[in-house]
């Protein structure tokens, strides 16, 4: 018999054969007493790698067993993390006696280990910086039970994106990442087109001989509308303003059921049949009814103006609104206020007044004798839509110079009666017929609203 470690006894054996690093294998010497009488104590050491760590002791004490009967000694070991796989791990057995040392086989322990890059520390997030960039940042951690060489990390741009920093993926290279080791990188990207949500789902690590795994996307962004205050023009005419609102959706997202409120000034109506968004009119009703709402547009009427409810606003698009007010004649403006989200905007007009004074005369005598005085009556009306401080006179062929009759003001749509005093001049002898002509004018300007002939008679005979 031979002694040291030379592998005499084939007595050493590992179960099971193939295993990953953290888990645990048992390792038995077991061997038969072939002789006639029993065996001395034996003391079995297990010799092991150092890929390989006993849970206890690494030396087990066998007691005596009669002939025929087996001597056993068993460890648990446990494979360190981490290991290349493939590793091979070699265990021995040392058996010694009272008197001689002999070696055991040598069992082989094949470890299969592998990275793991798709795990709950693995990943890619979406943030928001501005309304018009992102940031995406790769996270990667090898929480397998194995190193990886080499690594290499692309993470493209997400979907409706492209990078600030330079075209196609995001690159990242390490010659080996361990287990537990963990890389990072991050870039920003431009949104160039509206989509549902940002998410870069497109990241892959490469390692190994090509093996390939994708990265979760763990974090992402759903874009957000962003209202832009609204641009309000009005176009004001005599009796009635239009109005024009222009809604604008700055963001990438759509914006839905946007409810804009116009606020008229007093006085001051909206007109039947004139609520339009994008050009299609709208039924301004009294109420809400949501069975009969349209999913385009709806638009409900309230005592100081309208509510115009828009069903959806794309990403980077507009709505146009346009609807009329009328007001009395004689208004002097105001200003019509549009809310719509956070914005608030105020626009103030001027209507577009309009002067028409209409005279009529009445009662013109067919003939008047020279220096006989006679009586018009001059019927005026306030057509217009501002209150009128007139004068009237009168002049004409064979009518004597008489000074302008100053009359009260004329309230809009008023009108009065005035008697106009007319004299026959007995020095005018060209001619028999008489011409009247009435002038109405602004009595403190002096400026004429209408004039014409307005009555015709004849110089009358003398006997």
């Not at 009108?415 to 007995?426: A, G, Q, R, S």
């Amino acid at each position: 018999m031979t002694g040291g470690y030379d592998p005499v006894l084939h007595a050493l054996s590992v179960e099971p054969r193939v295993a990953r690093p953290g888990e645990t294998v048992c390792i038995e010497f077991r061997t038969r007493n072939l002789g006639a009488a029993p065996s001395p104590p034996t003391t079995v050491t297990f010799m092991l790698p150092d890929g390989l760590e006993a849970l206890a002791s690494g030396e087990a004490e066998v007691e005596p067993v009669g002939p025929g009967a087996e001597l056993v000694a068993t460890i648990l070991a446990r494979v360190r993390l981490p290991l290349e796989d493939g590793t091979q791990l070699s265990v021995q057995a040392l058996v010694r006696l009272p008197d001689a040392e002999f070696g055991t086989n040598v069992c082989a322990l094949l470890v299969r280990s592998r990275p793991v890059f798709d795990g709950p520390a693995s990943g890619t997030f979406v943030e928001v910086l501005d309304v018009e960039t992102v940031r995406v940042r790769a996270e990667v951690t090898n929480e397998g039970d194995g190193p990886a060489h080499p690594v290499r990390v692309a993470v493209p741009a997400p979907i409706g994106c492209e990078r600030l920093d330079g075209d196609g993926p995001a690159i990242l290279e390490a010659q080996r990442l361990d287990a537990g080791q963990r890389i990072a990188f991050a870039f920003n990207a431009r949104i160039v087109r509206p989509v549902a949500k940002i998410v870069a789902d497109a990241g892959e690590v490469r390692f190994g001989n090509g093996r390939t795994c994708a990265l979760p996307a763990r974090g992402t962004v759903v874009p957000e509308p962003v209202l832009a205050p609204p641009r309000v023009e009005l176009l004001p005419f005599r009796r009635r303003v239009k109005c024009e609102i222009e809604l604008r959706n700055d963001g990438w997202g759509d914006a839905r059921d946007v409810t804009v409120r116009i606020v008229l000034p007093p006085a001051l109506k909206i007109a039947a049949n004139t609520v339009a968004v994008d050009g299609v009119l709208l039924e301004c009703r009294a109420k809400r009814n949501r069975k009969a709402e349209p999913a385009f547009a709806h638009a409900v009427r309230l005592e100081d103006g309208c509510a115009v409810v828009i069903g959806t606003i794309p990403a980077r698009e507009r709505a146009r609104i346009t609807l009329a007010a009328a007001h009395p004649a004689g208004r002097n403006g105001g200003t019509i206020g549009v809310r719509a989200g956070e914005h608030a905007v105020e626009a103030p007009f001027v209507p577009e007044h309009v002067r028409d004074v209409r005279l009529r005369l009445a009662d013109a005598p067919r003939a008047i004798a020279p220096g006989e005085t006679t009586r018009l009556m001059a019927q005026i009306v306030n057509a217009g839509d501002l209150v009128e401080k007139l004068q009237l006179s009168a002049f004409g062929c064979g009518i004597a110079p008489s000074a302008p009759v100053r009359l009260r003001p004329l309230a809009v749509g008023a009108k009065m009666t005035v008697p106009l005093e007319i004299c026959f001049n007995p020095e005018d002898e060209e001619s028999d017929k008489i011409s009247v002509t009435a002038i109405v004018s602004d009595a403190e300007e002096a400026s004429i609203v209408p004039a014409g002939p307005v009555a015709r008679g004849e110089r009358a005979r003398q006997s």
